[in-house]
Every structure is written in structure tokens, then in C-alpha cells.
């Protein structure tokens, strides 16, 4: 890593001794790690919290944008807002992440790999978001194995209540949401919904190599690839009793994207539309000693591709529908002041419709889960999490995790967790149009981290491991490709130093710095992933009314491909401004200029970011 960067967080970590301000946190419930309500210190997870404060401050509107600045995550993009993204979470990839949004699975089974769809997530109702790194399959099951983000929305308060936001910028970028809500004592409601709508820039871009490399779309007349995106949500709640409560929840989500053949390759006809919806319907009970959630969850996904065929170059529409059904009941038992067993049972069903021309497939899994917290002389913490999924098309499978943290003095602290992960093959894979292999076996992993440090500063080295992993290959003669099974080990190991503090009572650090090296069973470098990443974010309040907000990202060597082979994607500096003024108790205005430097750079060969631009926006509440 460049010696400025190793220079400047040694820096800031010796500052913090001297300058920094007492601050008093309020306590932050983490619901991901256990399936229930903890509070964040007595957790033994290695995690990232984004609250909704951070949100405001950096004016951040979509899910892919808020984990690549405030999450630590390395992120791939092919272009700009709504197209395909990925997330990697100490190096496991988003088809090993799971994504949650209030209970809610949005892994969409029709996409490649069942992978969640980041861009598409609007964050204009959000109170929280929960990152819980390593296996968690032990507490959700399969598509955990590398880690869980859990998307908490806001809340009907008590009385009746609106805020609004607007925001127009650079690419003729229009943002609108509006939330209202109203709660009294055995009743509440809130609706929510937001508009996004952007003109772009062309997703593609001259590859690296090419002569026109280092030359934007727009220079070279390339169409743009605009993106629309509408999302609607409602939450109902009504209390039967003081201890019993009904809850309905439901979330749309249509959009539009536009986006080009390929990396390099500039075109008018592709494009994706997309119709999401997710429903839950909850019932909860509460007493001093229990807590009772039987819910519902249905997650349905359909979405049209139209794309260039590549033999007759006609535009080609293709149709995906998808659900994922869940049925859960939980308890959560309190056996002492510092103790609580939770255990329950759930049933899943994955299904894909149109994967093929008359084949619709589908698969369930029935399960039974358990996990147990203890604090110890209100010093150490140990917690244990266990599941059995039976499956009817795949062997059963058997995971868990387990954890323990120990207080040395004060808030300084020694913890690890060690968990085991399961991912079966999707039904894309098995069966659907693009390589599908039906002799493809489930995925195993391995995750274990040790943590040392403080809510100041912080130092992790991680090991994970994929068993028999899931990859598609694609011949360098032929270009056919499929998936298969890779029999053997991957392997991802590291470091991250975290950093978080205030000075003078006006100035906050937020930095992170991870050390990533990943090995296939041939001791390959897997692909897309940085070896170095720096994330610093620095606010500083002027005063009560204004803030200053300054967020910077460093990528290390980077290769497209594996084996460090393909274009060098890495090695570059991106800094993004942010301000906000507090007009008054009810109205904020802001502006943002990202890519502050104007720097040229791609994360996916071939595919373009955005240059310098520039936005500013409203906030009101009432």
C-alpha cells in the first residue's frame, strides 16, 4: 500500500489520543446477528452499523452507493446508477451475501447467481443498515455463507407526520420521496414512495488497451443508458393488546434500466425491466420472559430482458418471473437477567418460472433453528448459533456459528467467531438458459475472524473458505461457457483496521483499510477484487446548522481477471463533497459534488463511472 496511506492512518490513530471528544453513543439494537434484538456492544460479530444520521449527512440515495462509502465493501459496477452490481465482503461475492429488508429475502432467484440487486435498493425510508461479516447460514440459512445485510425501514412515530426530499443534478438526475406517517396508541401507518430518474451516461466504455481508452462516451458520441426506478412502501401495525401486535408490510419495486452488449461495446437495444414486490404479514407477542414471531414473507420477482442476439444481431426478449415463500416461528426466551435461548422453525420455497421454454422448477427447504446468548460477570460473552435445513433436492445441511467476546478494561475488547456457511447451486444454474449444469452440488464454507480494539479503534484478520465452488467458465477459444464445480478449496484471508472518532468537538474520522489476498484451489488471485481498499470519511460541523462532509476512497491493484491477469482496474483516488445547511427545525438544504478530482478510471473493464458531478436537494419534515 503507498506509504502516504499506511502514514496518514497511523496518523490520525496517534491524533485520537490526543485531541479526541468525549462522545456518549446511544445504544444501537442489532437484530441480524442472532435473528433478534441485541444491543451492538454485547454482539461478538465482526459488523458494520450505517444509521440513518450518516445517510442524511451524506446524502446517499441507493443501497450500492451507501455499502461502497460508509460499508468498508469492495463494489464492481458494469456503468452507472441501476446497472449490474456486486458486492464483496472480505472477498465472498454478492451470490454468497444475503440481503434482508425488515425479515424480507431480496436474493432474487431469477437473477445470476440469486444474487440481491443493490442498485435498485432506494434507501429514502431506511433507519438503519446491519453488516454482519462471516458465515451466518447457522441463523438464516443458505445464501448467508459470507455474510448478511439486514435493511431496517423507519417507523410510523407517534402523531401524524410527512418529510419530502428533492434532489436534481448532474445527467439530468431527478430524485423526489415522500413519507407520511401516523401512529396512536393501538394503531399506525406509514406510506412511503420514491421517484428516480436519470438521462446517464453509456454504460460501456473503450476497454483498456483500446485506442480510444481514457475517452469518455460522450466524446465519442456513444447513446447514453438512462435509468428509472419507482419504489412504493406501506407499514401497518395494530396492537390487539399491550403484548400483542399485527403487522402488514409492502414494498414495490419497477425500473427500467438501459445498458449496453458488453464491456467496450456500445448499443442501443438492451435494457431490463423490472417488477419486484415483497409482502410480510407478522403476528408478535411479548411478555417479560418471551418474545413470539410467527410471519409470512413472500418475495416476488419479475423481470424482462431484451438483448442483441448474437448471430442475427435482432433484438430478443426473454421473460424471468421468480418467489421466494417463507414461513417462521420464533420465540426468543429469557432465562436470566443476561441470558436468552432463541429457537424456532421455518419453511422455504424458491421457485423460478419461463428459466426455460415449458419447465418451471422450483425447491424447499424445511428447518429448525436455535441460538444462545450468555454474558459472564458482565465481561464475557459467549453465543452459539445452530440450524438444520432439510432440503428436497439437495442433502440435508447442518451449519452454525459460534462466538465469544471478552471486555479486557473498559470498552477494550478481544472477540472471534468462527461459522460454517451453505449455498446450494440456484435453479438458474441447473437449469436455466445460460450454461446450465443439473449435475451441480451445494457449496460449503468456512469463516472465522479475531478481533482486538475498542469502539475507537479496531484491528481484524480474518480466514474464510469456499468448498467445491460454483464458477462460470468460459472458453478463450470457443467463448462457450457454463457453470461448474470446482472440486477443492478457495481461499480468502486478510486484515481490516477500523478508526472512528471526534476531535475538538466539531470534526469527525470514519477510516477503514483492508488487506485482501484470495486464492482459487490453484493458488489463483480471484478476479475484481483489490488487494489494498482505504474508505475515510471526515465531517466537520461548522456549526449547529452547517456540516461539511468529505468522503474518500483508495482502490489497490485490481486485475479483471484472474490470476492477476486482464486490465488493471485498481490504483486510483476518488473524493466525494457533501453539505448540508440547516435551514430551520423543519428544512435542510444540500449539495453534493462527487468525483470532486474528475478522475478517469473503471472499475469493470470496459465499462464507464461517472465524471464530476454536481447535485443539490431539499429536505423538509414536518
Excluded: C
Excluded at 213 to 226: N, Q, T
Excluded at 303 to 330: H, Q
Excluded at 565 to 579: L, R, S
Aim: proline share 2%.
Amino acid at each position: 500500500m503507498n506509504n502516504a496511506i499506511k502514514l496518514s492512518l497511523i496518523s490520525v490513530a496517534l491524533l485520537s489520543q490526543l485531541h479526541a471528544k468525549e462522545v456518549v453513543l446511544a445504544p444501537i439494537e442489532v437484530s441480524a446477528s442472532l435473528g433478534t434484538d441485541v444491543d451492538k456492544k454485547n454482539l461478538t460479530d465482526s459488523m458494520t452499523i450505517i444509521t440513518k444520521d450518516q445517510l442524511n449527512e451524506a446524502r446517499i440515495t441507493n443501497l450500492a452507493d451507501a455499502l461502497n462509502r460508509l460499508g468498508g465493501i469492495a463494489m464492481t459496477q458494469n456503468g452507472g446508477p441501476g446497472k449490474a452490481t456486486s458486492m464483496f465482503i472480505r472477498g465472498m461475492d454478492t451470490k454468497r451475501l444475503l440481503v434482508l429488508i425488515d425479515g424480507v429475502r431480496y436474493n432474487n432467484p431469477t437473477a445470476v447467481g440469486a444474487a440481491a440487486e443493490f442498485s435498485q435498493i432506494m434507501l429514502y425510508n431506511v433507519k438503519q443498515i446491519e453488516i454482519i461479516k462471516g458465515a451466518q447460514s447457522g441463523v438464516w440459512g443458505a445464501d448467508a455463507s459470507g455474510g448478511v445485510i439486514n435493511i431496517i425501514t423507519s417507523t410510523a412515530k407517534k402523531g401524524l407526520h410527512a418529510r419530502t426530499n428533492l434532489e436534481y443534478g448532474s445527467f439530468n438526475t431527478k430524485i423526489g420521496s415522500l413519507i407520511s406517517s401516523y401512529a396512536q396508541d393501538n394503531f399506525d401507518i406509514l406510506i412511503g414512495a420514491s421517484i428516480y430518474d436519470n438521462s446517464g451516461y453509456s454504460a460501456a466504455e473503450p476497454k483498456h488497451g483500446s485506442p480510444n481508452y481514457g475517452k469518455r462516451g460522450d466524446a465519442l458520441h456513444y447513446e447514453k443508458d438512462p435509468y428509472k426506478n419507482r419504489t412504493l412502501n406501506a407499514k401497518l401495525g395494530y396492537n390487539f393488546t399491550k403484548k400483542d401486535r399485527l403487522e402488514v408490510n409492502i414494498e414495490t419495486i419497477d425500473a427500467t434500466v438501459k445498458y449496453d452488449s458488453g464491456a467496450g461495446l456500445d448499443s442501443p437495444i438492451p435494457q431490463t425491466i423490472l417488477s419486484n414486490k415483497f409482502y410480510t404479514l407478522a403476528f408478535k407477542h411479548s411478555s417479560d420472559i418471551q418474545k413470539i414471531n410467527l410471519s409470512y414473507h413472500l418475495s416476488t420477482f419479475n423481470r424482462v430482458l431484451t438483448y442483441v442476439d448474437y448471430f442475427t444481431s435482432a433484438a430478443v426478449n426473454s421473460a424471468y418471473k421468480g418467489s421466494v415463500n417463507e414461513v417462521k416461528l420464533a420465540d426468543k426466551i429469557s432465562y436470566m437477567e443476561d441470558g436468552f435461548l432463541r429457537i424456532g422453525v421455518s419453511y422455504q420455497k424458491f421457485e423460478q418460472l419461463k428459466i426455460t421454454a415449458n419447465t418451471n422448477k422450483s425447491y424447499s427447504a424445511t428447518s429448525a433453528f436455535a441460538s444462545n446468548y450468555n454474558k459472564f460477570a458482565k465481561k464475557t460473552i459467549l453465543t452459539e448459533s445452530i440450524r438444520y435445513d432439510k432440503y428436497n433436492n439437495f442433502d440435508d445441511a447442518l451449519t452454525g456459528k459460534i462466538g465469544v467476546k471478552h471486555f479486557i478494561t473498559g470498552d477494550f475488547y478481544l472477540s472471534s467467531n468462527i461459522g460454517t456457511g451453505f449455498n446450494p447451486p440456484t435453479l438458474g444454474q441447473l437449469y436455466g438458459q445460460w450454461g446450465a449444469n443439473p449435475n451441480l452440488k451445494p457449496e460449503r464454507s468456512l469463516t472465522s475472524d479475531v478481533s482486538i480494539g475498542n469502539d475507537t479503534i479496531w484491528i481484524t484478520g480474518f480466514y474464510n473458505e469456499i468448498t467445491d465452488l460454483i464458477a462460470y467458465v468460459t472458453d478463450p477459444i470457443t467463448y462457450a461457457g457454463g457453470y461448474v464445480q470446482i472440486a477443492g478449496k478457495s481461499k480468502f484471508k486478510g486484515v481490516e483496521l477500523g478508526y472512528k472518532d471526534y476531535f475538538f468537538d466539531a470534526l469527525g474520522v470514519d477510516a477503514t483499510y483492508t488487506y485482501l489476498k484470495t486464492e482459487d484451489v490453484n493458488g489463483k488471485a480471484l478476479a475484481r477484487r483489490p488487494k489494498h481498499q482505504v474508505d475515510t470519511n471526515i465531517i466537520y460541523y461548522v456549526s449547529d446548522a452547517l456540516d461539511l462532509g468529505l468522503h474518500g476512497q483508495y482502490i489497490g491493484q485490481r486485475y479483471d481477471q484472474a490470476n492477476d491477469k486482464g486490465a488493471q482496474t485498481g490504483k486510483y483516488i476518488v473524493a466525494n463533497f457533501v453539505t448540508n445547511y440547516k435551514v430551520n427545525s423543519y428544512t435542510t438544504l444540500y449539495a453534493k459534488i462527487n468525483n470532486i478530482t474528475d478522475k478517469y478510471y473503471q472499475i469493470v473493464d470496459g465499462y464507464a463511472t461517472a465524471q464530476r458531478s454536481y447535485y443539490v436537494g431539499l429536505n423538509a419534515k414536518y
